[in-house]
């Protein structure tokens, strides 16, 4: 009965590789995100779909793509893996796309690039 | 444009006493505040947040944190700490009159550790 569920949960490659993490939540949302916390637990938006729709998308390499076939799945795909990409990946959800509404976030994906 | 600052890095209180988790925000209109906490390997779990009313806000775990306009902070509280609250604690701010998405900018986190 996870409420946001993420895989995979360690994911290590090698750089120039192309991978993708996955993310599904059962709350009913109408909007996810991804975010990207650094070796120093900084946390940083990436990216936020709303009922399929992007509507935040950061200032993020064109080497990250994400894609939402429905509203409760949000992926996040990654070409040409560099080694700055090694982070922890969390995705959230919350109810609607506005500031009162709280996000509840993913256990993480961490990514190593070799 | 929203920013939010954690000025310590780490915290450390005895197990029983009061522990508070400073936070200050700027925001061009009114805040939305949210303190998050994350356990070792684990995800962000929301603790409370504040969007309008009584500026003392009651959240899970004992916790509670009280909004001052005046001062542009919002202090994370708990009258008496566990060894279980060891962990890192994020504040995050949501400017009300910023169009675009729910974007959170989050602060740069403080490291609580409650010592026997």
């Known amino acids: 009965d996870t409420a946001v569920s993420q895989t995979p949960k360690y994911l290590v490659t090698q750089m120039g590789n192309d991978k993708s993490i996955k993310c599904e939540q059962n709350l009913g949302h109408d909007t996810m995100y991804w975010y990207k916390q650094d070796s120093k637990k900084f946390l940083k938006i990436m990216f936020s779909y709303n009922n399929k729709e992007l509507i935040i998308n950061e200032t993020v390499p064109n080497r990250f793509s994400p894609k939402s076939p429905d509203k409760a799945h949000l992926n996040l795909h990654i070409n040409s893996l560099e080694l700055g990409d090694s982070a922890v990946y969390f995705c959230?959800?919350?109810?609607?796309?506005?500031?009162?509404?709280?996000?509840?976030f993913g256990p993480g994906t961490r990514l190593t690039v070799l | 444009a929203q920013s939010v600052a954690q000025p310590e890095d780490q915290v450390n209180v005895a197990e029983g006493n009061p522990l508070t988790v400073k936070c200050t925000y700027s925001?061009?209109?009114?805040?939305?505040l949210f303190w998050y906490v994350q356990y070792p390997n684990r995800g962000l779990q929301f603790l409370l947040k504040y969007i309008t009313g009584d500026n003392l806000v009651k959240g899970s775990y004992g916790f509670e944190a009280e909004f001052n306009k005046s001062q542009t902070s919002f202090h994370l509280k708990k009258p008496s700490a566990l060894v279980s609250d060891s962990a890192l604690y994020f504040c995050?701010?949501?400017?009300?009159?910023?169009?675009?998405?729910?974007?959170?900018?989050f602060g740069t986190g403080t490291q609580l550790k409650v010592e026997l």
């Open positions: 925001v061009s209109g009114n805040p939305y």
């Open positions: 995050a701010v949501r400017d009300a009159f910023t169009g675009g998405g729910n974007k959170l900018t």
């Open positions: 959230a959800s919350s109810q609607g796309g506005v500031g009162t509404d709280t996000q509840y």
